[in-house]
C-alpha cells in the first residue's frame, strides 16, 4: 500500500542517491532500462538516481554503494544485505549475522541460500528472522508444540515490524489489485467481503472485511507464470489431461519463499452514539454451543447482520484519548438492552482511515453485514484491523497456517503462549493459532483439527468446528469443498478434472477471467 514511501525513506536513500553510479555506469544496457555486467547479471533500473532495481533473479533491490566492490543491498523480506563484484552470490546478512551463499541451481523458480553459519539452506522468507529457523522448523514438524508457536509468533514480528515510516512490513507487500487486475491496479487496500462469506449461500459473514498481501516471492511466481490468469489453469489442465498426469500431481507449487497475508478489518464510525462504535469479542464460548440438539451447523444461528455467536463486545472510544481502566457504557447487545460493554482506546488497535479513494469500496463490502453501518459510513471513519491469516510456505513437505485475532486481554489464556519480545505495539493486544500439517488434520481424540479466525468463521455454520488446512486443501480450478464445513482434507483424486493451486484460494477468487 505505501511502497512508495518504503522505498523512499530506506535508510540509506538520503545520502547514498548520488553514490550508485558504478552498478550503472559499469554495466552494458539498452535503452529500455535494462543493463547487465558479468558478476551480477541481468538488472533492470528505471531510474538510477532512485537507487531501485529489479533483478532477473532476485526481484527487487535497493541498491546502495560508492564502487562494485562495496555494495548494501535492500528489500523487503531480505533486510539488508552486503555483496560484491568479488564475493557475488555471496552476501552477508545483517540480519541474520551471516554469510550467505545463493544459489539457482537446484530450481530457478526455488532459489536456496547456504548459510555458512548455520551449515544449512535457508529460505528467502525466513532471512528477516534473527532466530535459527532451521533447527527451529526442524523441531516444530517434529511436533514441538512450543516451537510451533514460537515460529509464528517470530513470523508476526517480522510482517508486522514497523518500517522508518512507522508502517508495517506487510503493508508494503503486493495486494490483490496489484496481482489480479489486467493493468497492475494501485497499491491501495483492497477491501472486499471475504471469499467464503461472498460465495457460500448459507454464510452470513463475521460483519467483517478482507484484503490481500503478497510477498515478492509469491507475486512474481504469479506473474511469471500468468497464474493470475484463469487461462493458463485451463490451458494446464487440458495439458494433464493430455499427458495422463496422476491426479495427485495435477498441481503448482509456490516457492517456499511465498509469502500470503489475509488481514480481516472491522468498521468503527466516528459517531458519538456508541452503537456505531461495537467490537465484538470472542471468548472461545459461543452463544449457543453444540450439544446434541444444537449441532454444529446450527451454531451460532445466521440471523444477518449481527453475531449473535459472540458473547461480549466491548465499545471503542475513537478520540484517541486515554481510557481509565474500568470504564464502561450502556449499550444494546445480544438482545440486552442494558448490557454494560467495557471502553476500549482506538489506540489499541492497528487501523486504517477511510479515505475518498476507499470509501465506495469500503461501503460496498459491509453493506450486507451491516447495512446500517454502511449507509452512515464515511471519510474518517475506521477499519480496525482484528485478525490475519498467514499462509506461508514451508520448507518441508506438508502445509503450515496460524491465524490471529484481537483481544482486550491478550495476555491470558493459551492462545498468547510463546509471544516473543520483538512483537510491539498494538500487535501485542492479539491472539493466535497454529497448525503443522503434512497429513490428516487431527485432534487429540481423533477428531478433525478444529482452528479458525473467529472475526472470519465464528458466525459462519459450523464455523466453530472448522479448519483453515482443511478447506484449503480443496483450493483448485472450479474446485470448492463439498460443503462449507468440509471436515476432512481432499483426496488425492480431488483435481483429477482440475489443477490444484496449493491451497492458495486467491488462484481460484481473483484470477483474471477472458470476460475482464
Given at each position: 500500500m505505501f511502497r512508495s514511501l518504503v522505498y523512499l525513506l530506506s535508510p540509506l536513500f538520503v545520502f547514498t542517491t548520488f553514490a550508485r553510479a558504478a552498478l550503472w555506469t559499469?554495466?552494458?544496457g539498452d535503452p529500455?532500462?535494462?543493463?547487465?555486467?558479468?558478476?551480477?547479471?541481468?538488472?533492470?533500473?528505471?531510474?538510477?538516481?532512485?537507487?531501485?532495481?529489479?533483478?532477473?533473479?532476485?526481484?527487487?533491490?535497493?541498491?546502495a554503494g560508492e564502487t562494485q566492490a562495496d555494495i548494501d543491498f535492500y528489500a523487503d523480506d531480505l533486510k539488508w544485505l552486503y555483496s560484491s563484484d568479488a564475493e557475488y552470490p555471496v552476501f552477508y546478512s545483517y540480519a541474520k549475522e551471516d554469510w550467505l551463499n545463493y544459489t539457482t541451481a537446484t530450481d530457478p523458480d526455488n532459489p536456496y541460500w547456504w548459510s555458512y553459519g548455520e551449515q544449512v539452506f535457508v529460505t528467502r522468507g525466513?532471512?528477516?528472522?534473527?532466530?535459527?529457523?532451521?533447527?527451529?522448523?526442524?523441531?516444530?514438524?517434529?511436533?514441538?508444540?512450543?516451537?510451533?508457536?514460537?515460529?509464528?509468533?517470530?513470523?508476526?514480528?517480522?510482517?508486522?515490524?514497523?518500517?522508518?515510516?512507522?508502517?508495517?512490513?506487510?503493508?508494503?507487500?503486493?495486494t490483490r489489485d496489484e496481482i489480479f487486475s489486467e493493468d497492475g491496479g494501485d497499491s491501495a487496500n483492497d477491501f472486499e467481503v471475504p471469499d467464503q462469506h461472498d460465495r457460500l449461500a448459507d454464510s452470513s459473514g463475521a460483519g467483517t472485511i478482507t484484503s490481500l498481501f503478497?510477498?515478492?516471492?509469491?507475486?512474481?511466481?504469479i506473474r511469471r507464470n500468468r497464474y493470475n490468469y484463469k487461462s493458463t489453469f485451463v490451458?494446464?489442465?487440458?495439458?494433464?489431461?493430455?499427458?495422463?498426469?496422476?491426479?495427485?500431481?495435477?498441481?503448482?507449487?509456490?516457492?517456499?519463499?511465498?509469502?500470503?497475508?489475509?488481514?480481516?478489518?472491522?468498521?468503527?464510525?466516528?459517531?458519538?452514539?456508541?452503537?456505531?462504535r461495537i467490537l465484538p469479542v470472542w471468548d472461545g464460548d459461543p452463544q449457543y454451543p453444540v450439544t446434541a440438539d444444537?449441532?454444529?451447523?446450527?451454531?451460532?444461528?445466521?440471523?444477518?447482520?449481527?453475531?449473535?455467536?459472540?458473547?461480549?463486545?466491548?465499545?471503542?472510544?475513537?478520540?484517541?484519548?486515554?481510557?481509565?481502566?474500568?470504564?464502561?457504557?450502556?449499550?444494546?447487545?445480544?438482545?440486552?438492552?442494558?448490557?454494560?460493554?467495557d471502553v476500549v482506546s482506538i489506540n489499541e488497535f492497528y487501523t486504517q482511515t477511510i479515505t475518498e479513494d476507499d470509501l465506495t469500496e469500503a461501503k460496498a463490502a459491509i453493506a450486507r453485514q451491516y447495512p446500517k453501518l454502511a449507509v452512515k459510513l464515511k471519510v474518517g471513519d475506521f477499519f480496525l484491523l482484528t485478525g490475519m491469516h498467514i499462509l506461508?510456505?514451508?520448507?518441508?513437505?506438508?502445509?503450515?497456517?496460524?491465524?490471529?485475532?484481537?483481544?482486550?486481554?491478550?495476555?491470558?489464556?493459551?492462545?498468547?503462549?510463546?509471544?516473543?519480545?520483538s512483537v510491539s505495539g498494538v500487535f501485542r493486544n492479539f491472539l493466535?493459532?497454529?497448525?503443522?500439517?503434512?497429513?490428516?488434520?487431527?485432534?487429540?481424540d481423533g477428531s478433525p483439527y478444529v482452528i479458525f479466525n473467529p472475526y472470519l468463521e465464528a458466525a459462519d455454520a459450523g464455523g466453530t468446528a472448522s479448519s483453515c488446512t482443511v478447506c484449503h486443501s480443496y483450493a483448485g480450478l472450479n474446485n470448492f469443498p463439498p460443503d462449507p464445513d468440509p471436515r476432512s482434507r481432499a483426496p488425492d483424486d480431488e483435481f483429477a478434472d482440475s489443477v490444484g493451486t496449493d491451497g492458495w484460494w486467491s488462484l481460484v477468487f481473483e484470477v483474471i477471467t477472458d470476460s475482464e
Open positions: 559499469d554495466s552494458s529500455n532500462g535494462w543493463k547487465y555486467t558479468d558478476w551480477f547479471g541481468f538488472f533492470w533500473s528505471p531510474d538510477q538516481e532512485q537507487g531501485w532495481l529489479y533483478h532477473e533473479t532476485l526481484g527487487w533491490l535497493y541498491a525466513t532471512l528477516g528472522f534473527n532466530i535459527d529457523t532451521a533447527d527451529l522448523l526442524a523441531s516444530a514438524w517434529a511436533g514441538n508444540f512450543n516451537d510451533q508457536r514460537q515460529y509464528f509468533w517470530e513470523f508476526w514480528s517480522y510482517v508486522t515490524a514497523l518500517g522508518e515510516n512507522e508502517l508495517p512490513l506487510f503493508e508494503s507487500y503486493f503478497f510477498n515478492e516471492a509469491a507475486t512474481d511466481f490451458e494446464l489442465s487440458e495439458k494433464f489431461t493430455q499427458d495422463g498426469t496422476p491426479a495427485e500431481d495435477r498441481k503448482i507449487s509456490f516457492p517456499a519463499s511465498s509469502i500470503g497475508l489475509k488481514p480481516i478489518w472491522f468498521p468503527i464510525l466516528d459517531e458519538l452514539d456508541p452503537e456505531y444444537t449441532p454444529s451447523a446450527e451454531n451460532p444461528p445466521l440471523p444477518v447482520g449481527d453475531l449473535l455467536g459472540f458473547k461480549r463486545a466491548v465499545v471503542v472510544d475513537v478520540t484517541g484519548d486515554e481510557v481509565p481502566s474500568g470504564t464502561t457504557v450502556t449499550i444494546s447487545w445480544n438482545g440486552d438492552d442494558a448490557y454494560v460493554a506461508p510456505e514451508a520448507e518441508v513437505a506438508g502445509k503450515t497456517v496460524a491465524t490471529f485475532w484481537w483481544h482486550p486481554e491478550p495476555d491470558f489464556g493459551p492462545y498468547s503462549g510463546q509471544r516473543l519480545d493466535m493459532q497454529t497448525f503443522f500439517a503434512s497429513g490428516e488434520p487431527t485432534e487429540f
